[in-house]
């Protein structure tokens, strides 16, 4: 069992739906990173977290440290949110771990 | 643009060869990561320096090694290719010293061992 799970591995939307991804874990990390990697291949920075809930315009993280839990959502999707999402956390030794990712793909 | 940057972009060599990938992070930054991304096993964590010195290792093979150098650029070198060392490799940039609270990706190495 990976330490780092991501659901659902793929997903398709409509343009306008909400969007949630989900990023479960079993190391005691120090901090979460959301990943954005598109088709190209660029991979960005999206959120890291080590407590509660940030915005950053369309997008929302969250964190649950006592239940190991993250979400990333999606408000009011468009398809230039499509791309690859990676959940990543180092574990005790600061070795990161990462979800195998969730590739998204909203429709127009 | 991250401010960090990869050479070169593409590199296609033989199986057996050996090459160079070089990385420079952001300017301050004293943390550069190492990443590989193959198809089957998605992005993995292989090295982690910060001001010169070795923090912490991942799956890196030991045909794989990586130094950092006085003015901070990073270069990984990897040895005898086998054809599934194929795969995009990423550095990554960081003002910490460890518990990955800031990652700055450069755009990648694409190699392709034939």
């Known amino acids: 069992k990976n330490e780092v799970e991501q659901s659902p591995q793929n997903l398709t939307a409509q343009e306008g739906e909400f969007i949630t991804i989900n990023c479960s874990y079993s190391v005691g990390i120090s901090a979460l990173h959301w990943l954005q990697q598109h088709p190209g291949g660029g991979i960005v920075s999206l959120f890291m977290l080590s407590s509660g809930k940030k915005k950053h315009g369309r997008l929302i993280a969250t964190i649950n440290i006592q239940e190991k839990h993250s979400s990333l959502h999606i408000t009011a999707s468009h398809p230039r949110d499509s791309a690859v999402y990676i959940c990543?956390?180092?574990?005790?030794?600061?070795?990161?771990?990462f979800g195998k990712g969730t590739r998204l793909h909203i429709l127009p | 643009d991250s401010g960090v940057t990869q050479t070169p972009k593409h590199l296609i060599t033989a199986t057996g060869q050996r090459v160079t990938l070089r990385c420079s992070p952001r300017s301050g930054d004293l943390s550069v990561y190492w990443y590989q991304q193959s198809l089957d096993q998605g992005l993995q964590f292989l090295i982690h320096?910060?001001?010169?010195?070795?923090?912490a290792k991942g799956n890196i093979l030991e045909r794989f090694s990586a130094q950092q150098f006085p003015d901070l650029h990073s270069e990984l070198n990897l040895s005898s290719l086998e054809l599934g060392d194929s795969a995009l490799y990423f550095c990554?940039?960081?003002?910490?010293?460890?518990?990955?609270?800031?990652?700055?990706f450069g755009p990648g190495t694409r190699l392709t061992v034939t």
């Open positions: 990554a940039s960081s003002p910490w010293v460890a518990g990955f609270y800031e990652q700055y």
């Open positions: 990543a956390a180092p574990n005790r030794d600061d070795k990161i771990i």
């Open positions: 320096y910060y001001n010169g010195e070795e923090r």
